[in-house]
């Protein structure tokens, strides 16, 4: 009895205290209210919600209700006559099963409840009814009918809210007439690998051409099956991250999602397609360490599966939950560290920035020009620029690529990890046939009663993923990191210059790191590190000093340091007349170091040998042997492999790797020679001619395949 005395006490207590607090507000509304409540006995048909507004709170007029959100709160406030109805945690309501919500009736001078509770529940309702008609004296059956109209007012807005979630975000923009011919303009340009790059050029990116090149190539293989994924690798300060910038302003931005840093389990709880064909770009590799696994898995199978413990919503119990995210996605990392995840690595193409003085001297020199009103003007054209290869790329759609020349193709098989770099050069080419799909015949076949169409790879495009893969691939396969292998490039040309001066053989010369530092301008903790790798590699070789106190060093590579630049053995130029004719126009998008008039030899470890660019039978291109990629024969007694004979008539002689004396390379080259004498190469058919860009690589039989072309490939 005394706590029924109490809280009836306590409820007669409140109305006072809440007219006190509400004082101010009761004020300003007073003379609405006051006709409100004279002219409303029942409760009127609530009309249609507005929409939302920076103003939380709507006064009403008599005989109507009224709706206000504010967004940044989540609350929504309603109005029924004089009371006024206040909302929140509506969008915590994940399914349409519960609408589970923070209620706050309250009536100007006459009090307020307010009670967290499930509207779907007729026993929460009743008991919210009950009290708040006891708290505002009021009939229970005016607040039943003013709480079921809220809870159709939520009902409508949370279906709503989630019309318009389930669409799909980044909507793909409706192009104008004008947006699409400018785009088209583009993809069908002869000139289109040279046009991107020359695009690059006027959006403030200096040199980096393979880099640039290949960045787009990689992001547009998003489109594929099995796109690329690459790695941009270099040291602080580099230009990295502006490399990567500059990749994806080019694409539409409802096709990337860019992360500063991810958790390990973050993207196993993606919304199932939220990254599908799309780009994932992280800008710190280091900020993706814990979730290195997911992107491994993504990477490689093309989705993410994960078991995962919950509450049914239903029972309350805890039940096994699975969560899904399917791809493909195309990866895009950058780090400034020299020891990266082995197994993530292997899975992308690494690119290196050039940190050389020419390419500073030439970010300084844009930098300045920045600056003056024609810099003023070309960042104002830059968006024109960017918009173009948006809408472009918007025009791609995904595509079956065949590769009629696949047979004739060779790779490097000397180590298990070109397994999939085997796989990245084939995909390097698939994209760049799918980049030029608006210049090319879209043939058509059936299958099973399904007509499919696919576009045909030309030697052009093999010829072009060549030249990108003997500098990307080249590196990749490589033992050093770039940078490593760069510095073994300037000592090596340091003690060659050191020896012509003072008249010494290699092996006599010693150097110490000051001059190294001296000589290259690297700081000196950088220069440690490089240094250190290439003694563990046996490359230099570590002396005491004349003090006792210092160390000086002393070059084991017997390299020479043309030779220590990236290069992929094993290529094929398919048609060597087509695909060096083809090439010349792209040629300046690969490496310098391998212009197409040089290369009709191969300058290896073992001297100079013919190549297919040309009427040899060997790999196509000319370059360095691998560091440390395979052992190689006994000095002295390396028994060559002689050349089989393929259809193609194009083989890959095998490379051996590490070290070799001049007097070994002179006699591995002449017996290689003796070995390959006997091919003749009058036994080769003359090979075809390339067709010009955009035409048809070869016509398949007419009873299977249509070669008609079809209409210009629309926007997907």
Same mark, same amino acid.
């Given at each position: 009895?005394?706590?029924?005395?109490?809280?009836? #006490?306590?409820?007669?207590?409140?109305? #006072?205290?809440?007219?006190?607090?509400?004082?101010?507000?009761?004020?300003?509304?007073? /003379?609405?209210?006051?006709?409100?409540?004279?002219?409303?006995?029942?409760?009127?048909?609530?009309?249609?919600?507005?929409?939302?507004?920076?103003?939380?709170?709507?006064?009403?007029?008599?005989?109507?209700?009224?709706?206000?959100?504010?967004?940044?709160?989540?609350?929504?406030?309603?109005?029924?006559?004089?009371?006024?109805?206040?909302?929140?945690?509506?969008?915590?309501?994940?399914?349409?099963?519960?609408?589970?919500?923070?209620?706050?009736?309250?009536?100007?001078?006459?009090?307020?409840?307010?009670?967290?509770?499930?509207?779907?529940?007729?026993?929460?309702?009743?008991?919210?009814?009950?009290?708040?008609?006891?708290?505002?004296?009021?009939? %229970?059956?005016?607040?039943?009918?003013?709480?079921?109209?809220?809870?159709?007012?939520?009902?409508?807005?949370?279906?709503?809210?989630?019309?318009?979630?389930?669409?799909?975000?980044?909507?793909?923009?409706?192009?104008?007439?004008?947006?699409?011919?400018?785009?088209?303009?583009?993809?069908?340009?002869?000139?289109?690998?040279?046009?991107?790059?020359?695009?690059?050029?006027?959006?403030?990116?200096?040199?980096?051409?393979?880099?640039?090149?290949?960045?787009?190539?990689?992001?547009?293989?998003?489109?594929?099956?099995?796109?690329?994924?690459?790695?941009?690798?270099?040291?602080?300060?580099?230009?990295?991250?502006?490399?990567?910038?500059?990749?994806?302003?080019?694409?539409?931005?409802?096709?990337?999602?860019?992360? #500063?840093?991810?958790?390990?389990?973050?993207?196993?709880?993606?919304?199932?397609?939220?990254?599908?064909?799309?780009?994932?770009?992280?800008?710190? %590799? %280091?900020?993706?360490?814990?979730?290195?696994?997911?992107?491994?898995?993504?990477?490689?199978?093309?989705?993410?599966?994960?078991?995962?413990?919950?509450?049914?919503?239903?029972?309350?119990?805890?039940?096994?939950?699975?969560?899904?995210?399917?791809?493909?996605?195309?990866?895009?990392?950058?780090?400034?560290?020299?020891?990266?995840?082995?197994?993530?690595?292997?899975?992308?193409?690494?690119?290196?920035?050039?940190?050389?003085?020419?390419?500073?001297?030439?970010?300084?020199?844009?930098?300045?020009?920045?600056?003056?009103?024609?810099?003023?003007?070309?960042?104002?054209?830059?968006?024109?620029?960017?918009?173009?290869?948006?809408?472009?790329?918007?025009?791609?759609?995904?595509?079956?690529?065949?590769?009629?020349?696949?047979?004739?193709?060779?790779?490097?098989?000397?180590?298990?990890? $070109?397994?999939?770099?085997?796989?990245?050069?084939? $995909?390097?080419?698939?994209?760049?046939?799918?980049?030029?799909?608006?210049?090319?015949?879209?043939?058509?076949?059936?299958?099973?009663?399904?007509?499919?169409?696919?576009?045909?790879? $030309?030697?052009?495009?093999?010829?072009?993923?060549?030249?990108?893969?003997? %500098?990307?691939?080249?590196?990749?396969?490589?033992?050093?990191?770039?940078?490593?292998?760069?510095?073994?490039?300037?000592?090596?040309?340091?003690?060659?210059?050191?020896?012509?001066?003072?008249?010494?053989?290699?092996?006599?010369?010693?150097?110490?790191?000051?001059? /190294?530092?001296?000589?290259?301008?690297?700081?000196?903790?950088?220069?440690?590190?490089?240094?250190?790798?290439?003694?563990?590699?046996?490359?230099?070789?570590?002396?005491?000093?004349?003090?006792?106190?210092?160390?000086?060093?002393?070059?084991?590579?017997?390299?020479?340091?043309?030779?220590?630049?990236?290069?992929?053995?094993?290529?094929?130029?398919?048609?060597?007349?087509?695909?060096?004719?083809?090439?010349?126009?792209?040629?300046?998008?690969?490496?310098?170091?391998?212009?197409?008039?040089?290369?009709?030899?191969?300058?290896?470890?073992?001297?100079?040998?013919?190549?297919?660019?040309?009427?040899?039978?060997?790999?196509?291109?000319?370059?360095?042997?691998?560091?440390?990629?395979?052992?190689?024969?006994?000095?002295?007694?390396?028994?060559?492999?002689?050349?089989?004979?393929?259809?193609?008539?194009?083989?890959?002689?095998?490379?051996?790797?590490?070290?070799?004396?001049?007097?070994?390379?002179?006699?591995?080259?002449?017996?290689?020679?003796?070995?390959?004498?006997?091919?003749?190469?009058?036994?080769?058919?003359?090979?075809?001619?390339?067709?010009?860009?955009?035409?048809?690589?070869?016509?398949? #039989?007419?009873?299977?395949?249509?070669?008609?072309?079809?209409?210009?490939?629309?926007?997907?």
């Amino acid at each position: 009895i005394a706590s029924v005395a109490t809280s009836v #006490s306590d409820a007669e207590c409140i109305p #006072s205290l809440v007219a006190e607090s509400e004082a101010p507000r009761a004020e300003r509304e007073a /003379v609405a209210d006051k006709r409100a409540s004279r002219e409303s006995s029942t409760v009127p048909s609530p009309i249609p919600a507005a929409s939302p507004s920076t103003q939380p709170r709507t006064s009403a007029t008599a005989g109507s209700s009224a709706v206000a959100s504010d967004a940044a709160s989540d609350e929504l406030i309603l109005r029924y006559g004089d009371r006024r109805w206040r909302v929140r945690g509506l969008g915590k309501n994940a399914g349409p099963e519960t609408l589970k919500v923070n209620l706050l009736v309250s009536r100007e001078g006459a009090g307020f409840h307010v009670d967290t509770l499930e509207l779907y529940s007729a026993r929460q309702r009743a008991h919210f009814v009950a009290q708040a008609a006891l708290e505002l004296g009021v009939e %229970e059956q005016v607040i039943k009918r003013e709480l079921g109209a809220v809870l159709l007012e939520l009902e409508n807005l949370l279906e709503k809210r989630r019309a318009e979630s389930a669409a799909p975000e980044g909507a793909r923009p409706k192009l104008s007439d004008e947006e699409r011919e400018a785009a088209l303009e583009l993809l069908r340009d002869p000139r289109l690998l040279e046009r991107i790059l020359e695009d690059f050029e006027r959006c403030g990116v200096v040199g980096e051409r393979t880099n640039k090149l290949m960045g787009y190539l990689a992001a547009t293989s998003r489109k594929l099956e099995a796109p690329l994924a690459v790695v941009i690798q270099s040291s602080s300060a580099a230009g990295k991250s502006s490399l990567m910038d500059a990749v994806l302003a080019l694409m539409p931005e409802e096709e990337r999602v860019q992360y #500063s840093a991810m958790t390990g389990q973050s993207l196993f709880y993606l919304g199932e397609t939220d990254i599908q064909h799309k780009i994932l770009a992280i800008v710190e %590799e %280091e900020g993706a360490e814990r979730a290195s696994y997911a992107l491994k898995l993504l990477q490689s199978e093309g989705e993410l599966t994960i078991a995962s413990t919950g509450k049914d919503p239903a029972t309350g119990r805890l039940v096994t939950q699975e969560y899904r995210v399917t791809g493909p996605v195309m990866i895009f990392l950058t780090t400034t560290a020299i020891e990266v995840d082995e197994e993530l690595l292997n899975r992308c193409l690494v690119l290196t920035v050039d940190e050389g003085r020419e390419q500073t001297r030439a970010i300084h020199e844009r930098q300045r020009a920045a600056e003056t009103l024609e810099g003023m003007l070309a960042k104002a054209e830059r968006a024109h620029v960017v918009k173009v290869h948006r809408d472009a790329q918007r025009l791609l759609r995904p595509m079956l690529v065949v590769n009629p020349f696949a047979r004739e193709l060779t790779f490097l098989d000397h180590a298990t990890r $070109t397994r999939r770099d085997h796989m990245k050069y084939l $995909t390097l080419i698939r994209t760049i046939a799918l980049l030029h799909q608006h210049q090319r015949a879209v043939r058509t076949v059936d299958h099973r009663g399904r007509r499919l169409e696919y576009l045909e790879v $030309t030697r052009e495009d093999i010829a072009v993923a060549n030249r990108l893969c003997h %500098e990307v691939l080249g590196r990749s396969l490589d033992e050093l990191p770039p940078q490593t292998r760069r510095l073994l490039g300037l000592v090596t040309e340091l003690v060659a210059e050191a020896c012509r001066t003072a008249g010494l053989e290699r092996r006599d010369f010693r150097f110490s790191r000051r001059e /190294v530092r001296e000589r290259t301008g690297w700081g000196n903790t950088q220069l440690k590190l490089h240094l250190g790798r290439l003694v563990e590699l046996e490359l230099l070789v570590v002396h005491r000093g004349k003090q006792g106190q210092s160390y000086v060093y002393e070059l084991a590579y017997d390299g020479e340091a043309s030779h220590a630049g990236p290069h992929l053995a094993g290529l094929t130029a398919v048609g060597a007349g087509g695909a060096e004719a083809s090439g010349a126009s792209v040629a300046d998008t690969a490496s310098e170091a391998h212009p197409a008039g040089a290369a009709s030899t191969t300058s290896t470890s073992r001297g100079s040998e013919g190549t297919s660019r040309g009427a040899g039978a060997e790999f196509a291109g000319g370059g360095r042997g691998l560091v440390g990629g395979r052992s190689g024969a006994s000095r002295g007694d390396e028994t060559p492999q002689i050349p089989q004979q393929s259809r193609s008539n194009v083989t890959a002689l095998p490379v051996s790797g590490g070290k070799a004396r001049p007097g070994t390379r002179r006699a591995a080259a002449s017996s290689v020679a003796a070995a390959a004498a006997p091919a003749s190469p009058a036994a080769s058919p003359p090979p075809a001619s390339a067709p010009p860009l955009g035409t048809a690589a070869r016509e398949s #039989s007419p009873s299977v395949v249509s070669t008609a072309p079809v209409a210009p490939p629309e926007a997907g």
